[in-house]
């Protein structure tokens, strides 16, 4: 996955699959191409070979953090970080060790969406697939 025409390549990281694939239907509705990963090996080894812009990221994803992310791929330009954790310690917690944004659950559409524009999204949207 690769950025095109300044369209944002996005990575969804999520360990429900449907929550999964609600969010990467989402990116895709907003311009951007999308592909969604289910545990944090499966998430480095695309990081490995794909240039990513974005990764939407579980706080509850299996063998991945955000600090392992921002230290092992510091050219990934955001880090969204997605919990059910309200507590403002906690969401200040996860911007300190990497996170460009906290975006609480259960998905809100109107969120994740001004997230997106708030990166600069364009383009049409993309295909992609689901691991």
Do not use: W
């Not at 944002?8 to 311009?31: D, K, M, S, T």
């Not at 906690?90 to 990497?98: D, I, K, P, T, V």
């Not at 659950?105 to 949207?125: C, D, K, Q, W």
């Amino acid at each position: 996955m690769k950025s095109k025409n300044n369209i944002p390549a996005i990575i969804v990281a999520h360990e429900h699959e449907g929550v999964r694939q609600v969010i990467v239907e989402i990116c895709r509705a907003a311009g951007c191409v999308a592909r969604g990963v289910s545990s944090g090996p499966v998430l480095a080894e695309y990081l490995d070979i794909m240039k990513t812009d974005i990764v939407i990221l579980s706080d509850r994803l299996p063998f991945m953090t955000v600090e392992d992310l921002r230290d092992d791929y510091p050219e990934i330009k955001q880090i969204k970080v997605m919990t059910h954790n309200l507590d403002k310690n906690y969401q200040q917690e996860l911007l300190e060790l990497g996170a460009d944004s906290v975006m609480a659950r259960p998905v809100n559409v109107e969120h994740i969406v001004n997230e997106l524009m708030a990166f600069g999204t364009t383009g049409e949207s993309s295909d992609s697939e689901q691991e």
